[in-house]
């Protein structure tokens, strides 16, 4: 047990060694006194399709692989995209130092809605990430036990195929993530993109 905690300990010095090396840390930008951004975020432009492809370009910038895209309905939807480490700067879905700790140490995934509405003068964009946390005790149920063949046992003629479970399960819902959603607003709302 004290190895694998000491092998955490070395595993933490040397990547925040890597990271903060002389020329300062590297890694996402966070600001002193971060400016929330309301949920759904109101875009000043006349023109839809100029706010649809720039909400495109902000969900591609943060490398969220986008799942389906409605343009009639106003839906973006990504896939699921596994949670940045301290050793993937250049990974933005984690946005504070303690997401880059908790995705290094534990699985972590996020999701991504984004929905535009049109408004009086401009656009409604809402943005709502969901996180989630691998269970590894549910992983257990894709053990080989009695899909193998064994040799003690005669022949059997049994045609079912082995399924396994519909959906992944081993997740806990983490609820939202308010601090990925904060960047994708301030993203949106960044000067001189529309």
């Known amino acids: 047990m004290w190895i694998r905690r ?6 933490f010095l040397v990547a925040a060694l890597a990271l903060c090396g002389p020329g300062g840390c590297v890694g996402p930008q966070i600001s ?4 929330y951004q309301p949920n759904p975020v109101f875009v000043p432009s006349t023109d839809y399709d100029v706010v649809w492809e720039n909400a495109i370009d902000v969900m591609h910038s943060l ?4 799942q389906r895209e409605s343009k009639l309905d106003g839906i973006i939807e990504t896939n699921y995209k596994v949670g940045a480490g301290l050793l993937e700067p250049w990974h933005q879905d984690a946005v504070t130092m303690t997401d880059r700790l908790e995705g290094s ?4 995934r996020r999701r991504a809605v984004m929905s535009i509405t049109p408004a009086q003068g401009g656009f409604l964009v809402g943005v709502e990430v969901v996180k989630e946390l691998e269970n590894p ?17 005669p022949l059997q003629r049994d045609l079912n195929v ?3 479970p519909a959906t992944p399960e081993g997740w806990i819902a983490q609820g939202r993530d308010p601090g990925l959603e904060q960047s ?11």
């Open 6 to 11: 000491w092998l955490h300990s070395a595993i």
């Open 63 to 66: 490398q969220l692989p986008i």
């Open 184 to 194: 994708i607003l301030a993203r949106l709302q960044a000067p001189g993109t529309y």
């Open 137 to 153: 005790d549910k992983l257990i149920i894709n053990s080989p036990g009695n899909s193998t063949f064994q040799e003690n046992t």
């Open 32 to 35: 002193a006194t971060p400016q």
């Open 105 to 108: 140490f534990q699985s972590v």
């Open 162 to 164: 082995v399924i396994g």
